[in-house]
């Protein structure tokens, strides 16, 4: 029995190394983004759309190049960027450890901020990390958070559960498995609406982590590590975007449906 399941495993993972390749093979520019994310990442009625994918798309139209854009878990995307399976990733906070192994491009693609979540009838009195002090907490998987947080974590004073998108852990802070959660504004409110649990569910103030920019990054083991000329082409397309009034054009779209 234990042969015939690593038989499996081994063939998914060949399976999904070969879609892989044939999806990079078939691209000039092979992108992996964090899948479920609106407005910025999200597949809606079959088809890709968001904010970070739409500038992606445009950039690569600019350029006269094909883009293939796979929506997948970001810790997949994070471990892809490391290794080189795909040529770059959407998006990136500018991390210090995360030079290693990613190149961050200009402008960033857009803006974040993270709130802390509870439901409407939570007597938490929030004003700072220690107020999160003895709680369990949802986070989406591979996240990194400030660096009071990641401290309190590694300390034993917050407890995390970790899944692969935010709905789940919205079904959990409603249900009470989770005392709250720490996620994208954007995103947690669209979900919300899209859920009907529009306030039923709160942020607190103030944000755990204030609006900070993400980034477009390529990998250093990937197609275009050692390709300057390809990656300052690309920053000087997003400038140009940014400049003539697309990336508001593209915020626009989105932002108004919230």
């Given at each position: 029995m234990l042969q015939l399941l690593t038989r499996i495993l081994a063939m998914s993972a060949c399976i999904l190394l070969l879609a892989y390749n044939n999806a990079k093979a078939g691209a000039d520019l092979y992108v992996m983004a964090e899948e479920s994310t609106p407005p910025y990442a999200f597949v809606e009625h079959g088809i890709k759309k968001g904010i970070d994918h739409d500038i992606i798309v445009e950039a690569a139209k600019r350029m006269n190049i094909r883009v293939e854009i796979d929506m997948v878990p970001w810790i997949r995307m994070y471990k892809s960027i490391e290794t080189g399976v795909c040529d770059a990733g959407s998006v990136f906070f500018h991390v210090k450890e995360r030079e290693s192994f990613a190149i961050f491009t200009n402008p960033p693609l857009h803006h974040s901020t993270y709130s802390v979540f509870i439901r409407k009838d939570s007597k938490l009195e929030y004003s700072s990390?220690?107020?999160?002090?003895?709680?369990?907490?949802?986070?989406?998987?591979g996240y990194r958070l400030n660096n009071d947080f990641k401290e309190a974590v590694e300390r034993g004073?917050?407890?995390?559960?970790?899944?692969n998108n935010i709905s789940m852990n919205i079904r959990k802070v409603m249900a009470g498995r989770l005392y709250c959660m720490v996620a994208n504004y954007d995103v947690t409110m669209l979900e919300l609406s899209r859920a009907g649990l529009r306030g039923q569910l709160i942020a607190l103030n103030p944000p755990l982590l204030e609006r900070k920019p993400l980034h477009f990054v390529f990998s250093k083991a990937g197609r275009y590590g050692n390709n300057k000329?390809?990656?300052?082409?690309?920053?000087?397309?997003?400038?140009?975007?940014?400049?003539?009034?697309?990336?508001?054009?593209?915020?626009d779209r989105y932002y108004a449906k919230q």
């Open positions: 990390i220690e107020s999160l002090y003895g709680k369990t907490i949802g986070v989406s998987r004073f917050i407890q995390i559960e970790e899944t000329e390809f990656i300052a082409k690309f920053e000087s397309t997003l400038d140009a975007m940014k400049n003539d009034g697309t990336f508001k054009r593209i915020y």
